[in-house]
Each structure stands twice: as C-alpha cells, then as structure tokens.
Nanobody, 126 residues
Framework: QVQLVESGGGLVQAGGSLRLACAAS????????MGWFRQAPGKEREFVSG????????LYADSVKGRFTISRDNAKNTGYLQMNSLKPEDTAVYSC???????????????????WGQGTQVTVSS
C-alpha cells in the first residue's frame, strides 16, 4: 500500500508560481513512478506530468510543457511539481498518483496509477 498526501496548493495571480509536494509513505518511494493529474470543475481528470522511479524520465502534457517541472527526491519520499507562469486555465484540483512501475517508462493514463492522494486546490486568478 502507498499513501500519498499533497500540499502546496493555494490562490495565486496569473503569471505567478506554486510548488506542489506529494509526500509518500508505505512502500519504498523508489519502487514506483509518480504522476500529477488535475481536474477542473465540469471537466474530466487529465494527466499533467509524470516521472519514472529514478527521476531519469519525465513526461508533460502539451498544455504545461515549458511552464511546469516535475521532480522527485527518493531520499525524502517526496515528489514535486513546480508550476510557473500560471494561467487561469490551470485552476483545478491537483492530485498526485503512484504507479507500481519500475522502468524507464512514464505512465500517463489514469488506469496505470493504483494509488492516489486526496488532491490540493490550485486557483489562478486573472
């Protein structure tokens, strides 16, 4: 079992930055890939970014490429999502997720992730 807890969400003006953190417990953090997803009101949950178990491979949705950076610190059992140049359309509940996959690949489908955090609200005002 893996428990995930997000933090770092909040209200920010357009153009601002936030750093989300995902604290993991349970299985060794380095045994799984990690992803960030978001869900805006009235919309489906969508993939934002993912990182493989070692941090050597990353993947981004086109909508956040160049603005968001995913990283992980296996020694601290924590993953991060640095969000810069935020836009109002980035407003959503952001959730981290873990996939028991220990390869160079980065999963990006919802069904590939077995464990999910509760989510943290990110609101970007115009």
């Amino acid at each position: 079992q893996v428990q995930l807890v997000e933090s770092g969400g909040g209200l920010v003006q357009a153009g601002g930055s936030l750093r989300l953190a995902c604290a993991a417990s349970g299985r060794p953090f380095s045994s799984y890939a990690m992803g960030w997803f978001r869900q805006a009101p009235g919309k489906e949950r969508e993939f934002v970014s993912g990182i493989n178990w070692s941090g050597g491979s990353t993947l981004y949705a086109d909508s956040v490429k160049g603005r968001f950076t995913i990283s992980r610190d296996n020694a601290k059992n924590t993953g991060y999502l640095q969000m810069n140049s935020l836009k109002p359309e980035d407003t959503a509940v952001y959730s981290c997720a873990a996939a028991t996959l220990r390869t160079g690949s980065v999963p990006h489908f919802i069904y590939e992730y077995a464990y999910w955090g509760q989510g943290t609200q990110v609101t970007v005002s115009s």
